[in-house]
Nanobody, 122 residues
Framework: QVQPVESGGGLVQAGGSLRLSCVGP?????MAWFRQAPGKEREFVAAFRWNGGRTYYADSVKGRFSVSKDKAISAIYLQMNGLTPEDTAVYYC??????????????????WGQGTQVTVSS
């Protein structure tokens, strides 16, 4: 299976912005971003369903992060504004065909990217 490919991570100061990109396999019903901080479990960040066009966000990022997309190349982007040190993590892009009840869970996605590091300094 074709894995999603992420890019755009880096080091930024608190309050700054970053934009992550993910090019996924064509045909996925949804694509999502998850993140994993050191010593913590991987957690949901945001997801986008191609069928219907709905976007989902974790409460911790609502109002700061936003998802955009380019259907022509099966890409989604995560614009991250107002970054804090708590946003420091490896960010993973995932693709799959989740049902509504699993769209914010890891088990909803069958393919994962290698991850991109986001580090926010205080």
């Amino acid at each position: 299976q074709v894995q999603p490919v992420e890019s755009g991570g880096g080091l930024v100061q608190a309050g700054g912005s970053l934009r992550l990109s993910c090019v996924g396999p064509s045909g996925a019903g949804a694509m999502a971003w998850f993140r994993q901080a050191p010593g913590k479990e991987r957690e949901f960040v945001a997801a986008f369903r191609w069928n219907g066009g709905r976007t989902y966000y974790a409460d911790s990022v609502k109002g700061r992060f936003s998802v955009s997309k380019d259907k022509a190349i099966s890409a989604i982007y995560l614009q991250m504004n107002g970054l804090t040190p708590e946003d420091t993590a490896v960010y993973y892009c995932a693709a799959g065909n989740p049902i509504i009840s699993t769209i914010t869970t890891m088990r909803g996605y069958r393919t994962w990217g290698q991850g991109t590091q986001v580090t926010v300094s205080s």
